[in-house]
């Protein structure tokens, strides 16, 4: 065998163990290992990416938490009596949503992204406290109901977002019909600091085994949880503000503000990440205290003082909104191995959707209307999630410090070797970098977590 690639013996181990289901992306940056990547080029094909990556992703959201939030704008304007619910049989109704970015952008950008695109759950619900708005001043007797006109416009507009996003969002870089072959190229060059590579299509038990045996996959699933734990107040959160005392048409523009309160914390939390991107787990301590502010003032403001209970609402919106973000790049970014990262994201996604599914049950009809147990398992809630995330981060922290403690004395090479033939079928080891084949993040000493 030809070696056009110096190779040690644990160079070879390397090719044995990872020849079979390496990156999708080896074959296409082959003979570019060496290859400079000039910063203003990266930086075009990154507003390349956006252009097309970015409105996609950002109409999906919105469109997701309209569907989400919908629920909560219905409740006021016919859905309840309609259909003759009672108040736990309409708290059910809740849905799930969840995208990932990492394969298109480095850590600070997933970040910032990531950041954006929950940002989109506060102009969606100032887009739903406009429609509600207008939908309230139809007359109530007319049919399609109130309510049912509000899930048509949806639907209708979720139909046509579906059809473009499935033709028009890529699997990943390499198979991006609008970059041309350079610039998918150094689409891949430009993320291979991430150390967790772009795509494999071969499914690895063993990265499946490592996920569930990783500490990090659990905290992460707790926190996914019990983060969730306070969404109830994303189908609640007209029925909260009516009950201070507030007419339906006043209670569809008073939900326009908490979106705004959403934008705007999150654009300062995406703004703080940028100019310390290795904080996260800081940054989302700092943005749920507001929150547990905001229930403490629910909980102890008389009930007379509807302009200081409106305003508290205001607050804890301020606070979710920016923590989720950082939690859900946070996880994103903590794991590689291609089956490993979807063995992780999907564990996460069970987390939330059991937050999402129990948040719902204790909003019920006995505790109305000042909701103290509802509040007090947000509370508690926001108590835990401080637990965990000074859990998550200590745990990563540690590690990243074994890791340099190692390399200190043992320099670890961030490349590896895959075997491959040439045109007269000799065989050659290809040098790869190592996030192009397909390791675990426990498996890659290179790969450093993300704080």
Known sequence: MTQKSPATQHTVDLVEQYENGVDTAVDLVAGHENDSLDPAEARRIRNKIDRVILPLLFSVYILQYLDKTTIGASSILGLITDNHLTADQFNILGSAFYIATSMFYNRTEIGQRIGWTIQ???????????????????????KPAQWQLLLIVYTFLSLILGVLFWWMFPDNPVEARFLTKDEKIKAVERIQSNQIGIETKVWKHEQVIEAIRDPKTWLFFFLAAISNLQNGIGTQYSLIIQSFGFTTVQTTALNIPAGAAQIISTTLATLILRRFPNARGWIAIAFFVPSVLAVVLLMSLPWSNRLGLLCAYYVMCFGGAPSWAMIVGWVAITSSGHTKKLAVNAIFLVGYSLGQTLCTLFWRAQYKPRNYVPYSICLASYVCNFVLLFAIRWLLNKENQRRDALQAGNPVDRNGYVERSDSTGQRYLQKVDKGLLDMTDRQNLSFRYSL
Request: aromatic content about 14%; charged content about 5%.
């Open 120 to 142: 989109c759950n506060g102009f969606a619900q100032i887009i739903s406290g406009f429609l509600a708005y207008g939908i309230a001043h139809s007359s109530p007797t007319r």
